[in-house]
């Protein structure tokens, strides 16, 4: 069984920062994709920053600069750094995963469980 814990969510004043870190635990043999996603209320599930098994990195445009994603390939983790936050920024995250379990046939979708960002002025 795999799992994906976060971490790091919380509640903060406008224009400061947040980090939210994720490891992937388990029964994990291989990552490839790893990334952030986030969803308001009534809401679709976004895609906020994603990043390969590389290191290359895709943001969402409204985090462009202020954001920034990054893995750590050992230790089955990634972290988003997030810098000068908005209300707009307020939502759910998630962190997501492309997993090769040990005992899996095959690559699967993992998802968080969902960590409360809330920015206010």
């Known amino acids: 069984q795999v799992q994906l814990v976060e971490s790091g969510g919380g509640s903060v004043q406008v224009g400061e920062s947040l980090t939210l870190s994720c490891a992937a635990a388990g029964d994990v043999f291989r990552l490839n994709g790893m990334g952030w996603y986030r969803q308001t209320p009534g809401g679709e599930r976004d895609m906020v920053a994603r990043?390969?098994?590389?290191?290359?990195?895709t943001y969402e445009d409204s985090v462009q600069g202020r954001f920034n994603l990054f893995r750590d390939n050992e230790k089955k983790t990634v972290t988003l750094r997030m810098d000068t936050l908005g209300p707009e920024d307020s939502a759910v995250y998630y962190c997501?995963?492309?997993?090769?379990?040990?005992?899996?046939?095959?690559?699967?979708?993992?998802w968080g469980q969902g960590t409360q960002v809330t920015v206010s002025s």
């Open positions: 997501y995963a492309r997993i090769l379990a040990r005992t899996a046939r095959g690559w699967s979708d993992s």
């Open positions: 990043i390969t098994h590389e290191g290359g990195t």
